[in-house]
C-alpha cells in the first residue's frame, strides 16, 4: 500500500497481450509454463491466436483442476491445441499436483541436470 502512494499502478491487458506477443514474434520456438489455471492461463495461452506464431511448440500445465468440472483451470492442453494456441504437433504434459509441491521438483530436476550451464 505505502508503495503506491507515490507511483499509480496501470493495469493495461491490451498493452501486455501486445508485449507478449512481440516476445513471441522474435523467437523461433514457443513454450508455456502454466502454474493453475483461469484468467493467467487464458491470458498467455490466447497471445498465440493473435501471432504470427503457428500456436505453442511447448506446453506445461500444473494444476490440481480436473478436466471433468468444465472448467478453465481444468482445461487441458489438447483443448488449447483444438484451438491452435498449441501447434498439432507441440510436446506437452500436463501434471495433477499442488503447484507448491510439483514446481520445486521440477527446478531442482532442471537445476540438477544443467547446473554446470549456469552461470552464478
Known sequence: WIATQDRKILIDPISDIGKIVGLASDNRAHGAVILGGGVPKNF???????SPSEGFD?????TMDRPETGGLSGATLEEARSWAKMKEDAK????????????????????S????????
Open 113 to 120: 541436470i544443467h547446473s554446470d550451464e549456469i552461470k552464478e
Open 58 to 62: 511447448y506446453g506445461i500445465q500444473i
Open 44 to 50: 498467455i495461452l490466447q497471445s498465440m491466436l493473435i
Open 92 to 111: 506437452t504434459v500436463t501434471v495433477y499436483s499442488d503447484i507448491t509441491i510439483a514446481l520445486p521438483i521440477i527446478v531442482a530436476a532442471l537445476y
